[in-house]
């Protein structure tokens, strides 16, 4: 892997762990539904941006992503 597939493989895992925890949701759940809504995909398109803000940040971008695509859980 490169440095910035490492990195993007980090911020999707720590993602998927704040969206575990904020919407109470297990991780398996989460995890199809990244994957089922693009999330994965939408993390790495935008990688550059995202990771100049906070994780907490990210997160919020993701569910307005989600929420824009009507797949929010929460």
Not at 40 to 59: E, K, M, N, R, T
């Amino acid at each position: 892997m490169s440095p910035r597939q490492t990195d993007v493989a980090d911020m999707q895992c720590w993602l998927l762990r704040m969206a575990q925890v904020a919407w109470h949701m297990p991780a398996k759940d989460v995890a199809m539904l990244f994957r089922d809504q693009g999330v994965f995909d939408y993390i790495d398109d935008l990688y550059g941006l995202l990771h100049v803000s906070s994780y907490q940040s990210a997160l919020g971008d993701v569910e307005k992503y989600l929420q824009a695509r009507g797949a929010l859980p929460c």
